[in-house]
Structures are given as structure tokens and as C-alpha cells.
């Protein structure tokens, strides 16, 4: 029977996974058809790319990796903290040795923003446990490194160098 269960917890490890990288592949897909004027397989891509975050979403509910905002902050701070600590430096230090030059750009763009995101949610984490929520007007992500700024977005992106015209507004 526990080997059963382990079956069951690796196989939706592993659906969520897949239904995760296939919900983030397709809103891709959808933008790149948006930009070739395909207005309607843009609509269809975000439709499946939904009900591919709806899969995800049950599969991690059924993992029971779903928690309260409090528990929640705490596994976006440990997942931003591996991708800083871990994830992102080895991965860089690969493409560099083996001379991939997006790669290197990609990974670094994404090891710098993690490290705000960390903050970010540490941030917040600590408001939960005060049982306030954070105060935030807008949020501003750079479309091209993933840099977040909260209230205002600076002139330039400082990880990339995006202008501030560029950076997508979360109110």
C-alpha cells in the first residue's frame, strides 16, 4: 500500500509538472500567434493554456501542496531561494562553461529577479503573520528579465535595461 501511494504522489508530481509547463507553453504560443496576426489561435492557445492550469491546480490540491496564504508565502520563499542559491548559479555556470550565450543571459536575467521575489514574499509572509495584508498599489514586472518593482517602475529596467514604457502593470 505505501508503495502504492508513493506511485500515485510521483505520478502527480509529475502530471503537475507537465500540466504546468504546458499551460506556460501555450500562453507563449499565444503570444507569438497575437504577434503574427493569428487572433483566434491566440484565443484558442489561452483557452487550452487554462484548462492546463486547471489540471495543475487539482493535481497539486490532490498533493496537498495547497495551504494558507501564510504556508504559501513559505513554499514561494523556498522555491525562490533554491533558484538563487542553487538552481540558477549551476545552471549558469553551465552555459557559460559550455559558451551558450542565451543561455547565460536567460538564467542570469532569472537569478536576478528571483532574488526580489524572495524578498518580496518574505515581505509578505511577515504582514500575514501580523494578520494585515501588504501595501501595494501596483506592481510592474519588465517584459524582458522578469525585474518586479512595487509602486513605481524605475526609468530603466537595472537587470536588463528595458525602458519603463515596456514594463507590464499588475493594479
Known sequence: MVV?????????????????????????FAEEAEKEGFKNIAKLFKAIAYAEFVHAKNHLKALGKVGKTE????????GETYEVEEMYP?????????NEQEAVR?????????KIHAE??????????????I???KVYICPVCGYT???EAPDKCPICGAPKDMFVVFE
Open 4 to 28: 502504492q501511494r508513493k506511485m500515485t504522489k510521483k505520478f502527480l508530481e509529475d502530471a503537475f509538472a507537465g500540466e504546468s509547463m504546458a499551460h506556460m507553453k501555450y500562453l507563449i
Open 71 to 78: 504556508e504559501n508565502l513559505q513554499a514561494g520563499i523556498d
Open 90 to 98: 549551476v545552471f549558469k555556470n553551465a552555459a557559460e562553461f559550455q
Open 106 to 114: 536567460s538564467t542570469n536575467f532569472a537569478l536576478e529577479a528571483e
Open 120 to 133: 518580496l514574499y518574505k515581505k509578505a509572509k511577515e504582514a500575514v503573520k501580523d494578520g494585515k495584508d
Open 135 to 137: 501595501e501595494i498599489k
Open 149 to 151: 518593482a512595487i509602486d
